[in-house]
């Protein structure tokens, strides 16, 4: 059984960075395919950032691509994503997942384990 604890959320002004961090438990995380996505009121569940760590690609939406960065620590197991110049519309709870097949993918039905999400909230 994987567990993933988010943490790192909070209230900031636009402009300023977070990092959120994700720890996981069970195995090491390179041996499952991580992701973050996040959630707004009101919207749908959508794609944030992953990555490949056996090639060390990394994939991100259009909307955070140049601001947002995937990365991950072994010492730590735990799985970063940090947000730079946020905007009020990453306002979200954002959460990371697991699945088993290692795989990279934006797809979230691809995704086997979710934390319970951190919120972040930006304000103009």
């Known amino acids: 059984q994987v567990q993933l604890v988010e943490s790192g959320g909070g209230l900031v002004q636009a402009g300023v960075s977070l990092r959120l961090s994700c720890a996981v438990s069970?195995?090491?995380?390179?041996?499952?395919?991580m992701g973050w996505f996040r959630q707004a009121p009101g919207k749908d569940r959508e794609f944030v950032a992953t990555?490949?760590?056996?090639?060390?690609?990394?994939y991100y939406a259009d909307s955070v691509k140049g601001r947002f960065t995937v990365s991950g620590e072994s010492a730590k197991n735990t799985v970063y994503l940090q947000m730079n110049s946020l905007k009020p519309e990453d306002t979200a709870v954002y959460y990371c997942?697991?699945?088993?097949?290692?795989?990279?993918?934006?797809?979230?039905?691809?995704?086997?384990?979710w934390g319970q999400g951190t919120q972040v909230t930006v304000s103009s």
């Open positions: 990555a490949n760590w056996r090639t060390g690609y990394r």
């Open positions: 069970g195995r090491t995380f390179s041996s499952y395919g």
């Open positions: 997942a697991a699945n088993v097949g290692g795989r990279a993918t934006r797809v979230l039905r691809d995704y086997d384990y």
